[in-house]
T-cell receptor
């Protein structure tokens, strides 16, 4: 149980295009999902907290107009990288918790999306 | 948020027991300790979580002393496939919006 799925797993696109990444909780509902970014040989860095039915909360230094987050349902959050540039190339990972099983549940992560901007 | 400190890297050999220690001196009363494993180009995978004393599951044990200022992940009889980065995280699991702050992690290399 508690499976989080991301799509796509790998995307390559030209500079200036926008890319949408989907994060789904397959067998539970998640009112909150989290988006992370990870550069090679580095740790995960939290970008934003996605809240179902309301605006996302962004970490300091993360441009909300650059990284659009939509959490329209209890099982889906999307991250859109707008007008992507080579410096946006990274590994993007989402996570969520299954609160339906009560408190003290750990976060479960998707398998990530490798974004390469040419 | 409680900050965590782990060794940057560790080496071991197949069949050995590996213990990775994490320091979290400013852990709060409501904080739990959670360990994740990450392989290259994959998302972190949950290993084990605990609040105090000892927790054991089918893959690992977690030892937490009484003062909770540190914790030790124990991997029994590691294999080559256990080569990965291991992250220790501390946070309030009762907080629905609690995000996780990742430290640098420990890069474990298991040799034949």
């Amino acid at each position: 149980g508690a499976v989080v799925s991301q799509h796509p797993s790998w995307v390559i696109c030209k500079s200036g295009t926008s890319v949408k990444i989907e994060c789904r909780s397959l067998d539970f509902q998640a009112t909150t999902m989290f988006w992370y970014r990870q550069f090679p040989k580095q740790s995960l860095m939290l970008m934003a907290t996605s809240n179902e039915g309301s605006k996302a909360t962004y970490e300091q230094g993360v441009e909300k107009d650059k990284f659009l987050i939509n959490h329209a349902s209890l099982t889906l959050s999307t991250l859109t990288v707008t007008s992507a540039h080579p410096e946006d190339s990274s590994f993007y990972i989402c996570s969520a918790r299954d609160r339906g099983k009560g408190n003290n549940q750990p976060q479960h992560f998707g398998d990530g999306t490798r974004l390469s901007i040419l | 948020l409680a900050k965590t400190t782990q060794p940057i890297s560790m080496d071991s050999y197949e069949g050995q027991e590996v213990n990775i220690t994490c320091s979290h001196n400013n852990i709060a009363t409501n904080d739990y300790i959670t360990w994740y494993q990450q392989f290259p180009s994959q998302g972190p995978r949950f290993i084990i979580q605990g609040y105090k004393t000892k927790v054991t599951n089918e893959v690992a044990s977690l030892f937490i002393p009484a003062d909770r200022k540190s914790s030790t992940l124990s991997l029994p009889r590691v294999s080559l496939s256990d080569t990965a980065v291991y992250y220790c995280l501390v946070g309030d699991m009762n907080n629905a919006g609690n995000m996780l702050t990742f430290g640098g992690g420990t890069r474990l290399m298991v040799k034949p």
